[in-house]
């Protein structure tokens, strides 16, 4: 059974950083067709793609977010991480981590995953 924990959100001030941690089992991520993502949902507004990540650490970011988020991932601790920097009151929402997708061409999508964490808010306060 597929089990995605998130961490490490909390509130901050726009121009800080956090890390969000995401702690996976049951899914062994280190294959190359194999992606993990983050996605993000803001009050009132649709679930929205953020970073993608395929087992070999092919990386695939939203437009939006390109240059202020980076994703990663310690296949040593089965953790997948998201950087991000720089963050803006429009980043407050609620963050999650996501698994079960398949390569698509060379990288992984931002959609069509199966396996979904409980979230963990990130509010940034101008």
């Known amino acids: 059974q597929v089990h995605l924990v998130e961490s490490g959100g909390g509130s901050v001030q726009a121009g800080g950083s956090l890390r969000l941690s995401c702690a996976v089992s049951?899914?062994?991520?280190?294959?190359?067709?194999?992606?993990m993502a983050w996605f993000r949902q803001a009050p009132g507004k649709e679930r929205e793609g953020v970073a993608a990540i395929n087992g070999a650490g092919t990386t695939n970011y939203a437009d939006s977010l390109k240059g202020r988020v980076t994703i990663s991932v310690d296949n040593a601790k089965n953790t997948l991480y998201l950087q991000m920097n720089s963050l803006e009151p429009e980043d407050t929402a609620i963050y999650y981590c996501?698994?079960?997708?398949?390569?698509?061409?060379?990288?992984?999508?931002?959609?069509?995953?199966?396996?979904w964490g409980q979230g963990t808010q990130v509010t940034v306060s101008s």
């Open positions: 049951g899914y062994t991520f280190s294959y190359i067709y194999r992606c």
């Open positions: 996501a698994a079960g997708a398949t390569l698509v061409s060379t990288t992984c999508p931002l959609k069509n995953y199966n396996y």
